[in-house]
């Protein structure tokens, strides 16, 4: 149980496009998912957390113009990469919080595959 | 600010052995404390969430401690396997949604 999956799992794209990123649930309703970025050998960097159906609160330093976030059900959030640039080159992993239950009751989060974003 | 260290260096052991990872935090007293797996190029797999009034907790060959006066948790994987190897994060809940995460300490077990 608790899977979440990501689409597209590596996305290569021209600078100044803009890319989506798609996070779903399959198994549980996620009331909150977060999205972070990951640098090769580093920590998780959180950039924002969603909660269905309001607006996305973004961590300090990550700007909301740039990547747009969506959480329209409580089983998709998207990320949108917005003018993309090489410096956007990433790990993109989302996760989500199940709305109950699981083994360790809604404070887990389960982490989708990842994605792997490469910007030219 | 809120830190977690945990061994930059990777863990070399032997297959068979116990392998013991360490997290270590300041300036924080989290309401629990989670060990994550997570393999080159993938996200991380939940493997375990120890709360505040819990001191040890197992799963199969895992078995996690949390002592809040040293603000330390030992992570344990008996009997490791080369399927062990991979990098083990720590993740602290520091109230509310948040969570923070170290950056992993890299685990190689030789056949």
């Known amino acids: 149980g608790a899977v979440v999956s990501q689409h597209p799992s590596r996305v290569i794209c021209k600078s100044g496009t803009s890319v989506k990123i798609e996070c779903r649930s399959l198994d549980f309703q996620a009331t909150t998912m977060f999205w972070y970025r990951q640098f090769p050998k580093k920590s998780l960097m959180l950039m924002a957390t969603?909660?269905?159906?309001?607006?996305?609160?973004?961590e300090q330093g990550v700007e909301k113009d740039k990547f747009l976030i969506n959480h329209a059900s409580l089983t998709l959030s998207t990320l949108t990469v917005t003018s993309a640039h090489p410096e956007d080159s990433s790990f993109y992993i989302c996760?989500?919080?199940?709305?109950?239950?699981?083994?360790?009751?809604?404070?887990?989060?389960?982490f989708g595959p990842g994605t792997r974003l490469t910007v030219l | 600010s809120q830190k977690i260290e945990q061994n930059s260096e990777a863990l070399n052991i032997q297959e068979g052995k116990t392998a013991t990872l360490t997290c270590n935090y300041t300036n924080y007293s989290p309401a629990y404390l989670q060990w994550y797996r997570q393999d080159p190029g993938r996200g991380p797999v939940f493997l375990l969430l120890i709360r505040e009034n819990e001191k040890e907790k197992r799963k199969e060959r895992l078995k996690v401690t949390f002592d809040t006066t040293l603000k330390q948790s030992l992570f344990h994987i008996t009997a490791s396997q080369p399927a062990d190897s991979a990098t083990y994060l720590c993740?602290?809940?520091?109230?509310?949604?948040?969570?923070?995460f170290g950056a992993g300490t890299r685990l190689f077990v030789k056949a």
């Open positions: 996760s989500g919080k199940p709305l109950a239950g699981g083994e360790s009751g809604t404070d887990t989060q389960y």
């Open positions: 969603s909660n269905e159906g309001s607006k996305a609160t973004y």
């Open positions: 993740a602290l809940n520091t109230g509310g949604f948040k969570t923070i």
